[in-house]
């Protein structure tokens, strides 16, 4: 049924995200890295399948992401992009792989034609709208990521949520509005108060995905291993989880080491047989091939 489903939705592209601005459906955004949790987001109808480079921290078990590269995200995002039909395909440039225009255009290029993205995401603020503005000259679709950033947290040393004082809330918003306006086909608002968020909604004329910034956006993103409850070492505040796979697994591990030990896996059905005749035939040539390496 899910498998239907996905074939009769219509492919999500950057201008249908950016059509739902202001009163179309709300935009859907979870992550992925591999072919099975893509596979499962888009027979889902996400809209937006993300390869961001948080796979450092839930799925390499990194300490952050600084250290993710091109060839890292080009790798998953093939995965991802071989088991997806119809949502969006989005790719993350890694940590100081757009520092200028040119580096920008030969990176996210590998990213669209190596791996397969539809459109990848930057995050920074307003520094980077001549970047916006070279990849979408060169064809390339781009959404903005402001907010809590990996270069603020580079930079400050800290996760602490941005925009709660009036000069940092003034930024965000300044960043948001000259992103968009440098030709971001959305925005990722992440981690700022929900005021703030509804304020850059109402401003801006793209469509804002909000992580951990609220309800006032017009869409939401999630971490897929947070909010599967795959990921046990932090868990940020504005998570909700929808499953509990960890313990599904570690449940389904204990039973398969409880079925080896216990001699009750393999049985029958999981097991390839062979007749008595068949493996009579096989036993006698063996016997042959040994006796006549014996008399040689």
Do not use: W
Not at 42 to 58: K, L
Not at 213 to 236: H, I, N, R, S, W
Not at 261 to 281: M, R
């Amino acid at each position: 049924m899910a498998a239907e489903q996905t074939k009769s939705r219509r492919k999500i592209t950057p201008a249908a995200i950016r059509s739902r601005k202001n009163g179309g459906d709300l935009i859907t955004l979870v992550t992925a890295y591999d072919f099975p949790f893509a596979s499962c987001a888009d027979q889902a109808g996400i809209d937006i399948v993300f390869v961001s480079d948080a796979f450092a921290s839930v799925g390499m078990g990194c300490e952050n992401t600084l250290s993710v590269t091109v060839d890292e995200v080009v790798y998953h995002t093939r995965a991802v992009r071989r088991a997806v039909s119809s949502s969006l395909v989005l790719a993350s440039l890694p940590f100081l792989s757009y520092t200028t225009p040119e580096e920008a255009i030969k990176n996210a290029g590998r990213l669209v034609r190596d791996g397969g993205a539809e459109a990848v995401e930057i995050e920074g603020g307003a520094e980077l709208a001549p970047i916006v503005r070279a990849l979408t000259t060169a064809g390339i679709a781009v959404i903005a990521h402001v907010g809590l950033t990996r270069a603020l947290a580079a930079r400050t040393g800290s996760y602490r949520a941005p925009a709660q004082d009036a000069d940092s809330a003034i930024a965000i918003i300044n960043d948001a509005l000259t992103l968009s306006d440098a030709g971001a086909f959305a925005l990722v608002l992440e981690c700022i108060p929900d005021r703030i968020a509804a304020a850059i909604t109402e401003l801006v004329p793209i469509p804002t995905i909000g992580i951990g910034a609220g309800a006032y956006c017009d869409g939401q993103g999630l971490v897929t291993q947070d909010m599967l409850g795959l990921f046990e070492k932090f868990t940020p505040k504005f998570v909700q989880q929808f499953a509990a796979l960890d313990d599904a697994a570690r449940d389904g591990f204990r039973l398969f080491k409880q079925n080896v030990e216990t001699s009750a896996f393999p049985g029958s059905a999981h097991t390839i047989s062979i007749g008595d005749e068949k493996l009579g035939d096989i036993v006698a040539r063996l016997n042959q091939a040994t006796e006549s390496t014996t008399t040689n």
